[in-house]
């Protein structure tokens, strides 16, 4: 197969990927871009099988941030189109556009990911691996820069979650479409059907292992501008495991 930069794949919304109202839930489409990420790697010859086998390292997902226009339902065929950014020392960024049938845009995402050594779990730096883009792209699917969340100080405890085997993926950590569930599950069903999510950003900040129990915590003091903080903090050590900013608009 010819490498390419801009890679493309076709997704059909089946029905374990909606939610109550039949459309797309956010944790499906976070696994999405997950699956059409490492598809993408692996044209380019560094996929998850490809980095394990020859340098014992995994990408791991540290911010992204989604911008939803439209929420695809139950049936739709979606294209997912995705492409990665020149690299930096350590860290490595990656663009999603999200297209119905007809071809409009309906989401747009920018990621940035690191490379993890799986047997020490530390961060390696991003020429630690062999990896040359058939050509550099300098589009962003969302003209930002992603930084870090600034911490609130109007928390409040939602839940107690602890990791098992569902949430966990192949890197045997918190798998980071979970962390959107897990932010979602912080409200009523009559509050999903009153609002929808327009925009939702998460730091991943620290691992969060099988046994680990999350404190899920969050602020409403800033529901007025349709803005809401969401985290998740670790009981054992009172660690910030993620830290998110979702935004949402009434129906």
């Not at 192949?170 to 009559?190: E, I, K, P, T």
């Not at 803005?227 to 910030?240: A, F, Q, T, Y």
Request: proline residues 2%; hydrophobic residues 35%; contains cysteine.
């Amino acid at each position: 197969m010819e490498q390419t930069a801009r890679y493309k794949k076709n997704y059909h919304v089946d029905l374990g990927d909606v939610d109550f109202k039949k459309e797309l839930r956010l944790s499906t489409l976070y696994n999405y871009f997950q699956d059409v990420a490492n598809l993408a790697a692996e044209n380019l010859g560094v996929g998850i099988n490809q980095l394990l086998e020859n340098y014992g390292v995994a990408f791991v997902l540290i911010r992204i941030r989604v911008d939803i226009i439209r929420n695809p339902k139950l049936d739709e065929e979606i294209t997912i189109e995705t492409w990665p950014l020149k690299p930096g020392k350590l860290e490595f960024e990656r663009d999603y556009l999200v297209y119905d049938h007809q071809g409009e845009v309906i989401a747009r995402a920018v990621s940035v990911w690191v490379i993890m050594d799986l047997k020490k779990r530390r961060l390696k730096r991003s020429d630690a691996i062999n990896l040359e883009y058939p050509e550099l792209i300098e589009d962003r699917a969302i003209d930002v820069s992603l930084g870090k969340i600034k911490a609130t100080e109007n928390l409040e405890t939602a839940y107690h979650k602890t990791i098992g085997y569902s949430d966990i993926d192949f890197n045997g950590h918190l798998n980071n479409s979970r962390y959107v569930d897990y932010m979602m599950d912080c409200f009523q069903l009559a509050e999903h059907e009153k609002y929808h999510t327009n925009s939702i950003e998460v730091n991943y900040l620290n691992e969060a292992l099988p046994g680990d129990t999350l404190i899920i915590k969050k602020d409403l003091s800033s529901l007025g501008q349709n803005l809401i903080v969401v985290e998740g903090v670790r009981e054992s050590d009172e660690k910030v495991v993620f830290r998110s900013q979702v935004k949402i608009e009434e129906n």
